[in-house]
């Protein structure tokens, strides 16, 4: 993990990238963390379907994994463009070396981490990940933690999304608030 103070002082972030397996919550995390610091919030899967009129099945599909890649990667590198921003990236999107070299310069990173028995509770009922569907979800997720988890850990926050994600989380958008100094930007209910 990056030391955060350090990092806020070489570049002036204004990006925060979630990341993680699916079923993590980065989705909800991002758009609670936006809203909290008047960010805008992007969910790079709903920007592809949005991009390619169809559904993230639709084309897994229709095309390949390797196809899905090749527009993540393109969508991603557009959004990572807009300032004040918190982007929940897709579980795979940081394969790329490129999204992984862009990531590094330009964002806060966040790993929401989350034990894979947790996961498979989420995600085994679940129809829209193409890459849990007619298999075996155990097995499949231990061999994405097994590629995967070195580089979510590579992130600048690691955060346990666990009962006390709330604390955890307030905790950072604390932190990022005094950084920016965006006390001001926080909507008060
Ligand atoms: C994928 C994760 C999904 C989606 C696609 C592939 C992955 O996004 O991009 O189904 O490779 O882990 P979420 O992580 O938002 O579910």
New binding site residues.
């Given amino acids: 993990m990056t030391n955060l103070s350090e990092k806020f002082k070489k570049i002036h972030i204004k990006k925060i990238a979630l990341i993680?397996?699916?079923?993590?919550g980065?989705?909800s995390v991002g758009r609670k963390l936006a809203k909290k610091i008047n960010w805008d919030f992007y969910?790079?899967?709903a920007e592809?379907e949005r991009e390619c009129k169809i559904s993230?099945k639709e084309i897994?599909e229709k095309y390949d994994e390797k196809y899905?890649r090749k527009i993540?990667e393109k969508v991603i590198s557009k959004l990572f463009l807009k300032d004040k921003s918190v982007f929940?990236?897709?579980?795979?999107?940081i394969l790329s070396h490129n999204t992984r070299k862009i990531m590094k310069k330009n964002c806060i990173s966040i790993f929401l981490k989350v034990d894979i028995d947790t996961l498979i509770k989420r995600l085994t009922r679940n129809k829209?990940?193409?890459?849990l569907i007619n298999t075996n979800i155990k097995k499949k997720l231990k061999s994405?933690n097994a590629q995967r988890l070195p580089i979510y850990e590579s992130a600048d926050v690691i955060i346990t999304n666990s009962k006390n994600i709330n604390n955890t989380l307030e905790m950072i958008i604390d932190k990022i608030l005094k950084s920016y100094n965006l006390n001001k930007n926080v909507k008060k209910n």
């Fill in positions: 993680g397996h699916m079923g993590s980065k989705s969910d790079t899967d592809i993230i897994f899905f993540e929940s990236l897709g579980g795979g999107s829209n990940r193409p890459l994405l």
